[in-house]
């Protein structure tokens, strides 16, 4: 099942680590740890195998694969030689990927969609896919200005004719991959395909899509510890986090504006597992020397039998880029199970991967693992 891979953002760390990973476990020169979806449960699930995966892709930024591959060797997100081991392929996907078209251009919105599904179709059809899966891995937006085009296929598709800016970036791109017939997915606390309208389109199109924020860290190890207290009955009274970023990610989630999608999502997962609102907060710093590594230092407190207040700290250091990607492949390969098994719609059962997962409120690890593991099971029998 040949599966295009269409990275919004494609010339990112998190894309660059997924293009190069992709290719290593193709060439069986790395273990494939931390691709949940190479786990015993899906074995002899029908996913596409990492040597039917190829990728394109837009970006803005020129800088080639290669070149952007080095510099994270380099830093020491990826083995140093990897890149000019595999700079065929890497080559062979910077040779897929497409100047971004901008927002500015003359046609509006309407001509911006139009350009990019024109690529992602020439994308399919020139290379004979099988279906195309768009994951955006692009910088988070601040949250979407509501707009009344929002609430239905017909009033969107009457505004984008028109000069006004309707949907965010990504948005758009979930519009264009929908009425391309590509699945989506939005590995950012972007708006996406979370509108309406959008879910109209998907269902008239006959499309799942999923989303979104990725939990590759902080979130991760929250959606574990909080049915912990929940399950032995200990209140917990305050959470309290901090996270220092460096990289893209910092440097985007600097900006207030571009934060606040960030942090709704991330505080989600405490008062749906506690059940409770919980005193503290998350707190987000732009640390530019941590370069592709973030740590994040939570502190919480808590109360056990006849009212004995207790603490716990744990501090989580991570290479996002390494941490993200894995994810990217696993999100690609179920998105393009449910396209073949006809699912429709947004795709709830691949919360597991997700801070705010679309049309779901559970937020406990282990639980949407067995509903990951259950859906899979049957979208591979469909």
């Known amino acids: 099942m040949r599966t295009g891979i269409w990275l919004v953002g494609a010339r990112g760390s998190v894309a660059t680590t997924t293009v190069v990973g992709a290719a290593a476990l193709r060439a069986g020169m790395a273990p494939a740890t931390g691709c949940v979806s190479m ?35 380099e830093a020491g997100v990826l ?3 990897l890149p000019d081991v595999l700079s065929l392929e890497l080559a062979a996907a910077d040779a897929e990927i497409r100047p971004a078209p901008s927002q500015g251009e003359s046609g509006g919105q309407a001509a911006v969609a139009a350009a990019i599904s024109a690529d992602l179709t020439d994308f399919r059809d020139r290379l004979a896919l099988d279906r195309v899966v768009v994951v955006n891995v692009s910088s988070t937006e601040p949250p979407a ?22 949907l965010p970036p990504s948005s758009l791109y979930a519009f264009a991959a929908l009425e391309s017939g590509c699945a989506f997915v ?11 309208a959008l879910d109209e389109l998907a269902r008239e199109r006959g499309l799942p899509y999923a989303g979104s924020d990725a939990k590759t860290g902080e979130t991760l190890v929250k959606s574990v510890l909080a049915p912990m207290f929940a399950r032995r009955a ?21 900006n207030p504006d571009h934060a606040i999608s960030k942090n709704e999502s991330k505080a989600m997962v405490l008062p749906a597992v506690l059940g409770h609102e919980v005193d503290g907060g998350v707190h987000i710093h732009n ?7 973030k740590t994040a230092w939570d502190h919480i407190t808590f109360e056990g039998f006849l009212g004995v207040r207790m603490s716990m700290q744990f501090t989580w250091n991570g ?20 396209h ?24 406990a690890l282990e639980a949407q693992y067995a509903t990951l593991v259950e859906w899979a099971r049957t979208a591979g029998a469909a």
């Open 234 to 254: 200990l209140r917990v009274r305050s959470w309290s986090g901090t996270n220092l970023l460096g990289g893209g990610d910092g440097a985007t989630l600097a």
């Open 340 to 363: 073949q098994a006809g699912v429709v719609g947004p795709l709830p059962e691949l919360g597991f991967f997700f801070k705010n997962p679309v049309a779901s409120t559970e937020h």
């Open 39 to 73: 786990l015993e449960p899906f074995h002899d699930l029908p996913l596409p195998d990492f040597g039917d995966l190829v990728f394109g892709g837009h970006d803005i930024a020129s800088t080639s694969l290669i070149k952007r591959a080095g510099e994270l060797a």
């Open 319 to 338: 290479c996002d880029s390494a941490l993200a990607a894995p994810l990217v492949l696993d999100l690609a390969r179920f998105a393009a199970l449910a």
């Open 186 to 196: 939005d590995f950012t606390p972007s708006a996406g395909a979370r509108l309406p």
């Open 79 to 81: 083995p140093l030689g």
């Open 287 to 293: 640390v530019p020397d941590l370069g592709d590594w």
């Open 145 to 166: 200005t509501p707009h009344p085009a929002h609430a239905s296929l017909a009033l969107l598709r009457q505004a984008l004719a028109g000069a006004e800016q309707v």
